[in-house]
């Protein structure tokens, strides 16, 4: 239960239940695109196999995993054949991969922590810290480096679309992977696979951009700057170091330098340079402390693979023939027959075995299979679904992890801090987590439209015990309680999320977390004037004013504003018209109500999502266009042959 899988597992589930409507994401931090949700491939196809197969959400999300994960040294076999890997090679390197992490001989941290020098790296990220989503980036990796390799070799339209495809799937399965993918670009670029290396980049670039235009609907420029924001704080404070990002990179230019300098081959330059590029941005986190990117110790999976990926392609004879012809694959059958060949394979083998032996029995001890509505996440989740249906809460740490697995219930909280898009409520949760004053956690709360807080103290069945002072929830009204674990009301005297007051009742300036006073007239107007709202969508909501709303009253809509809501009024059955709709200094949104006794709030992403949706679109018809001509070409030539 302490793992992250359930915010994916959640994930999963709001895009069975709720697709198409998938715009908005009403459940997080107050709202947020659903784009900042996360990058959306593992989820849909989890989504997907749980509406087809009618099969437990939690059982779809586990299938996937696990194939995906299966599938990782078979697609490194793969990518490392395309690239000319003879066969032996590549299925060495391939059962290394299953079995062997360097970086559990190169980092002690890492050792330690997943139990010995040949635990499964790999499975105790996805099982025990609940990476699916990492996991299934390391598998579509060398698809799309496969992929790149043969398009930019072939130069054929079909295997540019198919590389592009595969490029985006990796952006749209993890950030981590996105930035490998850079990783394994640039070193693809200066390997130096063809002389002539203006044409090579060019074409890399046009890959890039017809890979970015496939995925452009879930990386919009604002999801960028979104992620950018709130990475470094996610990760424990990052502050880029721009003389260290610069040593970085000169390393590596001057190691490509010396490489061609030493005449490797181009297989071999790549090998190396990918391998340092992972190396060193992991091995500088553990060994020196130094971050080069953020959260650099989680790269320490794809420093693996780019070791194996290297093992593939500097041992043994290359193919003559990247591309593997028929010439060079008849040429190459005798390997397995050759008798030092079969030898090695057998000697590999046999040492897998015992290695194989101790991690099925470490995957015994970590996949512990538990009744999961026993579970106080599953409790909770339940209960708030039944009895404050669709009123926010605040669920702390693991509560707030798995609530979308179970329910449709709002929160302040979320699965994914990273898509945070009103950044100001990573100061107001801290200071519910970390606070002493029961009255500056409730005004924050209540300022935020929350009902009902989680409350637990260290003998909570909640994994983390993430508040510092749990007596400050004393004297507050009980909802639910079953042991240690309490569900607490929030004073409110309207549950509804749009409020009427005046413009000078919003709070003047952003205040500091640790000081709710300036709150203090903004708290007292919510109380003053509350307005039905419903909503009627993921994105899409309905406010009633009433007849007696003031001329010079707003509205407060206690959501989390973006440029892509609107907000429309009707002054007669066929004439709608569009208010006025901006940003209080709490990023929640404020809507000019006109004289209308209706307002209907949209959330359609706005200019930006409508591009991006547009972009996408005429990006895949161009690759399914491009490819059938291609094939068409393809089929005539063979008739008149």
């Not at 996937?64 to 890997?85: N, Q």
């Not at 929160?411 to 987590?433: K, S």
């Not at 709303?549 to 504003?561: D, E, F, H, M, T």
């Amino acid at each position: 239960m302490p793992s992250i899988e359930g915010a994916f597992i959640g994930l999963a589930r709001y895009i069975r239940d709720h697709f198409p409507d998938l715009t908005w994401m009403p459940l997080w931090y107050g709202g947020i695109p659903f784009p900042d949700s996360y990058p959306p491939v593992l989820h849909t196809l989890v989504a997907v196999v749980s509406g087809l197969g009618r099969i437990d959400i939690g059982l779809a999300y586990h299938a996937v995993t696990a194939l995906l994960y299966s599938l990782g040294p078979v697609a490194l076999y793969w990518a490392a054949r395309r690239m000319g890997a003879n066969r032996l090679a590549a299925f060495l390197a391939a059962l290394g991969y299953s079995l062997l992490s360097p970086s559990i001989w190169l980092g002690p941290e890492i050792r330690h922590d997943i139990g010995g020098w040949f635990a499964p790296c790999r499975l105790d990220a996805m099982v025990r810290w609940g990476e699916g989503p990492h996991i299934a980036s390391l598998t579509l990796l060398p698809v799309a480096l496969g992929l790149m390799h043969t398009a930019l070799q072939r130069r054929r339209p079909a295997w540019y679309f198919a590389a592009a495809l595969a490029m985006a799937s990796v952006v749209l399965s993890n950030w981590i992977g996105a930035m490998a993918l850079a990783l394994i670009a640039g070193a693809y670029l200066l390997a130096g696979f063809s002389a002539a290396w203006l044409p090579l980049w060019a074409r890399m670039a046009a890959m890039a951009v017809w890979a970015y235009a496939l995925a452009a609907p879930f990386v919009t420029p604002s999801t960028i700057a979104t992620i950018m924001a709130n990475a470094p704080i996610v990760a424990g404070g990052y502050k880029a170091n721009h003389l260290l990002e610069a040593a970085f990179l000169a390393s590596a230019l001057l190691l490509a330098w010396g490489l061609r300098k030493a005449q490797v081959e181009p297989r071999g330059r790549f090998a190396i340079l990918l391998a340092y590029l992972t190396g060193a941005i992991t091995l500088c986190a553990y060994w020196f402390k130094l971050s080069i990117i953020p959260q650099p110790e989680r790269y320490h999976l794809e420093m693996d693979m780019a070791f194996w990926l290297a093992a593939a392609l500097l041992c043994g004879k290359p193919l003559a023939d990247a591309r593997g012809s028929d010439q060079s694959h008849d040429r190459e059958g005798v390997v397995f027959g050759n008798t030092r060949m079969r030898a090695i394979l057998l000697a590999a083998l046999a040492l897998a075995v015992p290695i194989a032996i101790h991690q099925h029995r470490r995957a015994q001890e970590i996949e512990k299979p538990i009744a999961i509505q026993s579970t106080v996440e599953y409790e909770i989740s339940h209960w708030l679904g039944a009895h404050l249906r669709g009123q926010r809460v605040f669920a702390p740490g693991t509560i707030g992890f798995w609530m979308q697995s179970f329910s449709d219930t709002p929160m302040l909280t979320g699965g994914f801090d990273n898509g945070m898009r009103n950044t100001f409520l990573q100061d107001v949760n801290y200071q519910v987590y970390a606070g002493d004053r029961q009255d500056t956690m409730l005004a924050w709360l209540k300022a935020f439209g929350v009902s009902a807080i989680i409350g637990g103290g260290p003998k909570s069945r909640e994994f983390y015990h993430p508040y510092a002072h749990p007596e400050k929830f004393d004297g507050l009204p009980e909802l639910w309680r079953d042991g240690p674990d309490i569900i607490y009301s929030v004073p409110r005297r309207c549950t509804s999320l749009a409020h009427a007051m005046l413009a000078s009742d919003l709070v003047a300036t952003r205040p500091p977390a640790y000081d709710a006073k300036p709150l203090d007239r903004y708290l007292a107007a919510l109380d003053d004037h509350c307005l039905p709202f419903r909503w009627h969508g993921t994105g899409a909501a309905w406010i009633s004013v009433v007849p007696d709303l003031k001329r010079n009253q707003i509205l407060s809509v206690q959501i989390a504003w973006d440029r892509g809501w609107s907000a429309y009024a009707m002054r007669g059955p066929e004439h709608q018209y569009k208010l006025r709709v901006w940003q209080d200094k709490l990023g929640q949104m404020v809507v000019e109500p006109g004289n209308s006794p209706v307002i209907d709030l949209v959330y359609d992403g706005g200019i930006e999502q409508q591009a991006a949706r547009w972009l996408s679109t005429l990006a895949l018809l161009a690759g399914l266009c491009t490819t059938g001509l291609h094939a068409g070409r393809l089929l005539r030539k063979r008739a008149n042959s």
